[in-house]
């Protein structure tokens, strides 16, 4: 069982950063694969980046390539998004994933941290 704890999230004006944060609970933290998750209203929620168990492979979508930044603390059971250069449309409530199956079967969810970016 792992369970899964988002904070950081908050209003940035358009530019601005944020870095969400998350803390797993349970031994086995490092045999997931770590993920941030983002879901605007109206709109299903679709991935945004993700980390492998060890941390040696990132993925970020197009979304935010350039922008965002996932990583982790295996040592700490945290895992990290700095996003950067935030735009009015990445307004979302953000979730932390933790999987073993890939991203289409992501096993735990946190309960979501609101991001809203203002013009």
């Known amino acids: 069982q792992v369970q899964l704890v988002e904070s950081g999230g908050g209003l940035v004006q358009s530019g601005g950063s944020l870095r969400l944060s998350c803390s797993a609970s349970?031994?086995?933290?490092?045999?997931?694969?770590m993920g941030w998750f983002r879901q605007a209203p109206g709109k299903e929620r679709e991935f945004v980046a993700g980390?492998?168990?060890?941390?040696?492979?990132?993925y970020t979508a197009d979304s935010g390539k350039g922008r965002f930044t996932i990583s982790r603390d295996n040592a700490k059971n945290m895992v990290y998004l700095q996003m950067n250069s935030l735009k009015p449309e990445d307004t979302a409530v953000y979730y932390c994933?933790?999987?073993?199956?890939?991203?289409?079967?992501?096993?735990?969810w946190g309960q979501g941290t609101q991001v809203t970016v203002s013009s």
């Open positions: 994933a933790a999987t073993r199956m890939g991203w289409s079967r992501v096993e735990y």
């Open positions: 349970g031994r086995t933290f490092s045999s997931y694969a």
């Open positions: 980390i492998s168990s060890t941390g040696g492979s990132t």
